[in-house]
């Protein structure tokens, strides 16, 4: 069957053969290593194309960033652009036809659409949550999902830093007087943050990169977190929080967002820190008791804090962070020497940019290796690549139910063949396998294929050759 759809403003002609597939036509490479026996194996590594899909169509959403249009559009993939989101009849409309879909946060991919979805593979959150999507029914149709959860981590390290020296200088109160035209040249309470403590509270992504940061300032970096872990430079891990908030200067947390992290810093944790401190929450808006916060600022507990992050926040932008938002909105609008940011930690131009090739890196692996590496709705695997040295091996991927016998059930179909590896694991009920067979001639290809998705415990095969 060929069809004319448009792609960019152009027509061209696709086609949905059960045939051998023209992309991609453009070998993927890997980030840069600076293993030299790893950039070798990359070097003759074979680009796999999936056997029963001439073409890989992809619809992206929501002005996802150009460096993700790039690596996609390289890849010989079909690629439509939008650069809004779409009512949810269009959506379904377009999604019919799709392999791969790229959105942010706007466009809701619930399981009525997604069933509509019957050619899709992957779906691309361009930006970090994932809450848009219903992962369990992608999982239990062998959709992969992908997000992007650290690549502003650089973005939120630097705004603490920028916070940590305003907090320390009332920097925000002295530009407000002066926006309002009044003159206040003042050194009492301003403090350089040289010789001070850090105290970083979840040492992960953002709390390593701030602490290498703090400590180019001359801070002291001390830090807490359930996992015991390597420090970078000179920081020490303390053994527990109250050890941390006795002994920082600024405390600024950066922990997930887990039932134990729920109110983690209330008023028995905001007594336990040294007067005159300072707190800073660019982690999520349920970490701190706010109403706490707002009596540790009014008694002078605390010398300042930065909120960029709230338990509610508005869908999109406008005057609405008042009380209906949050009953204590304007009581802490009211405070001195208090940053409010509109959750912004993460929002530059650099993370957009990261966060566009991390996701389409991720999908084009997905697309062309089956590797899921990072996916957050099926077991992450992969394989070595195979190579052109390998020209008769095709890779199976079998995305099944996790029910017993399923293993044996294909390693009888394999059986004519030499399975070189393979791998396998589950997530819930949805399993993923993965096998690299040599001598298969292009004949039988589609026969393997078939035999697989005859299999009562199907979900997904895909073979790639
Ligand atoms: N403000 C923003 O725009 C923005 C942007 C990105 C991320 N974030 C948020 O920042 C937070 C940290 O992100 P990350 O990428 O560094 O995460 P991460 O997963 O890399 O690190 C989190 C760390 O917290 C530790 N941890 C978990 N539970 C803990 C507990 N109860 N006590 C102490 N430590 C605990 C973990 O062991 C881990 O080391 C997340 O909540 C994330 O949602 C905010």
């Not at 701030?210 to 180019?216: G, I, N, P, W």
């Not at 947390?253 to 810093?265: D, Q, S």
């Not at 009596?295 to 005057?319: C, Q, T, W, Y």
């Not at 993923?432 to 998705?453: C, F, H, P, R, W």
């Amino acid at each position: 069957m060929s069809q004319s759809i448009p792609i960019h403003g152009a027509s061209r002609t696709v086609s949905n053969t059960y045939d051998l597939s023209t992309s991609p036509t453009m070998t993927f490479n890997s980030p840069p290593s600076s293993f030299k026996m790893r950039q070798q194996v990359a070097a003759s590594a074979k680009t796999l194309k999936p056997f029963d899909t001439k073409d890989i169509k992809v619809l992206l959403l929501e002005n996802v960033n150009q460096t993700g249009q790039d690596i996609l559009r390289r890849q010989g993939y079909q690629v439509e652009f939008l650069k809004g989101s779409l009512p949810k009849e269009q959506l379904i409309e377009k999604i019919r036809d799709v392999h791969v879909i790229g959105i942010r946060s706007k466009t809701k991919l619930t399981a009525e659409v997604l069933k509509e979805a019957k050619n899709l593979i992957v779906i691309g959150c361009f930006c970090i949550g994932t809450n848009q999507v219903d992962l369990q029914y992608a999982a239990e149709n062998g959709i992969a999902v992908f997000n992007s959860p650290f690549s502003n981590s650089r973005s939120v390290a630097e705004l603490v830093i920028a916070e940590i020296i305003a907090l320390a200088r009332q920097l925000t109160d002295r530009s407000m007087e002066l926006h309002n035209g009044t003159w206040n040249k003042v050194s009492a309470g301003c403090w350089e943050v040289r010789g001070k403590t850090l105290g970083i509270v979840g040492y992960g992504h953002i709390g390593n990169q701030l602490s290498v940061l703090a400590e180019a300032m001359g801070m002291k970096v001390i830090y807490y977190d359930v996992v015991n872990l390597m420090s970078m430079g000179t920081a020490t891990q303390v053994p527990t929080l109250k050890a941390l908030l006795e002994s920082a200067d600024f405390v600024t947390l950066h922990v997930p967002e887990l039932p134990e992290t729920k109110n983690m810093i209330g008023a028995k944790e905001l007594s336990q820190m040294r007067n005159g401190s300072y707190l800073i929450n660019a982690s999520r808006g349920t970490v701190v008791d706010i109403p706490a916060l707002i009596d540790a600022m009014r008694s002078g507990k605390l010398a300042g804090a930065a909120i960029d992050v709230f338990p509610h926040e508005p869908a999109g932008n406008g005057d609405y962070f008042n009380n209906d938002l949050n009953k204590w909105a304007e009581d802490l609008r009211s405070l001195k020497n208090l940053i409010l940011s509109p959750h912004i930690g993460g929002s530059t131009e650099e993370a957009q940019s990261a966060i566009g090739i991390e996701v389409a890196d991720a999908l084009t692996r997905y697309v062309n290796e089956g590797t899921t590496l990072g996916a957050v709705n099926l077991p992450e695997l992969a394989l070595r690549s195979l190579t052109t040295d390998e020209p008769d091996h095709v890779r199976v991927i079998y995305i099944h139910k996790n029910v017993p016998g399923v293993l044996r059930r294909v390693n009888e179909i394999f059986a004519d063949h030499n399975v070189d590896k393979q791998s396998t694991d589950s997530k819930g009920d949805v399993a993923y396998l993965m096998a690299d067979i040599s001598n298969v001639n292009t004949d039988e290809i589609k026969g393997l294929y078939q035999s697989l998705e005859e299999l009562s415990s199907k979900i997904k095969t895909r073979v790639l050759y």
